[in-house]
């Protein structure tokens, strides 16, 4: 009897004391949650809606980075990144401040779309209580200078409009060569000038002894002769273009190719097959004649 109430109270004391142990322990965890709640640096929200150029949301992402600084509680703030998602041009995202930091400070924002970086700029973000927009922490240049950093290597792609642009400037053609005039020919592409060194250059390209203009005549937007009705594929000109690469032809004022789309000889034009003129449509002509 007296045995058996001896161990019953040692098990209520070993019951008491693992009580303790987990009161203890739990005591200590909630110290170490609201020490490290304390420690942890004030953030400033930034919240905006951001659009592109022709009004439409921006979606994508932003690549935040920055360097190792120390915030205004002595936080250190090692060097990282973070990247935000941006859907329906919303943005929102808790930073650091850094217009109070230890050090300079400063955020590298870059906003990704369509596969690459659309733009990069720098923000300072300062310690605010309440949301903050883009436009109150983007700054032009790092804090302390006064010279914008030069961007980071810009690939053709990364720039809209340019690939584009940069197809449409005429190419160089076999006839090209260094150190010699150039002009566009009849296929829209660089071709070097050939003729003698005293000779005069024309507008067309064509060189030829200089002082005889007397002798070359120009016939502008002249309607050539014959039925337009999508059957007839010939017709005439009052003369024969001198040199025949002079000649210009209009289809409803789209310049017709020779061999592509018409072939000359003499003053007869005849149309291919595919570019046979359609009743309505309107024929013009201008060419050179006297001249080689």
């Known amino acids: 009897m007296y045995r058996r109430l001896a161990t019953v109270r040692q098990d209520a004391m070993?019951?008491?004391?693992?009580?303790?142990?987990?009161?203890?322990?739990?005591?200590?965890?909630?110290?170490?949650?609201?020490?490290?709640?304390?420690?942890?640096?004030?953030?400033t929200q930034i919240h905006d809606v951001l659009y592109k150029a022709d009004g439409t949301p921006f979606t994508g992402s932003a690549t935040i980075s920055w360097r190792s600084f120390t915030a205004a509680d002595a936080s250190n703030i090692p060097t990282n990144q973070v990247t935000v998602q941006i859907v329906g041009g919303l943005l929102r995202v808790r930073l650091v401040p850094t217009t109070n930091a230890r050090e300079t400070a400063y955020y590298i924002v870059k906003f990704n779309a369509e596969g690459r970086t659309q733009f990069t700029e720098l923000w300072a973000v300062p310690p605010s209580a309440t949301p903050v927009r883009v436009a109150d922490i983007r700054i032009p240049s790092p804090p302390g200078s006064n010279v914008t950093p030069p961007p980071s290597v810009v690939q053709i792609a990364d720039v809209m409009g340019l690939t584009e642009a940069l197809a449409?400037?005429?190419?160089?053609?076999?006839?090209?060569?260094?150190?010699?005039?150039?002009?566009?020919?009849?296929?829209?592409?660089?071709?070097?000038?050939?003729?003698?060194?005293?000779?005069?250059?024309?507008?067309n390209g064509t060189t030829g002894a200089c002082g005889g203009a007397a002798n070359i005549g120009?016939?502008?937007?002249?309607?050539?002769?014959?039925?337009v009705n999508g059957?007839?594929?010939?017709?005439?000109?009052?003369?024969?273009?001198?040199?025949?690469?002079?000649?210009?032809?209009?289809?409803?004022?789209?310049?017709?190719?020779?061999s592509v789309d018409y072939v000359l000889s003499g003053n007869t034009v005849t149309f291919l097959s595919v570019a046979t003129p359609q009743p309505g449509d309107e024929l013009a002509a201008s060419y050179r004649t006297g001249g080689q």
């Open 14 to 43: 070993e019951v008491d004391g693992q009580m303790v142990w987990a009161r203890r322990a739990m005591r200590a965890a909630g110290w170490l949650w609201a020490w490290a709640a304390m420690a942890a640096p004030p953030l």
């Open 231 to 258: 059957v007839n594929t010939v017709f005439l000109l009052s003369q024969a273009p001198a040199p025949a690469s002079s000649l210009h032809l209009y289809r409803n004022g789209i310049l017709q190719k020779p």
């Open 218 to 227: 120009f016939v502008d937007m002249e309607t050539p002769q014959g039925a």
């Open 168 to 203: 449409a400037r005429p190419t160089k053609s076999i006839a090209y060569a260094p150190a010699r005039v150039a002009f566009i020919d009849a296929m829209g592409e660089l071709a070097a000038v050939s003729g003698n060194p005293n000779d005069c250059v024309r507008a």
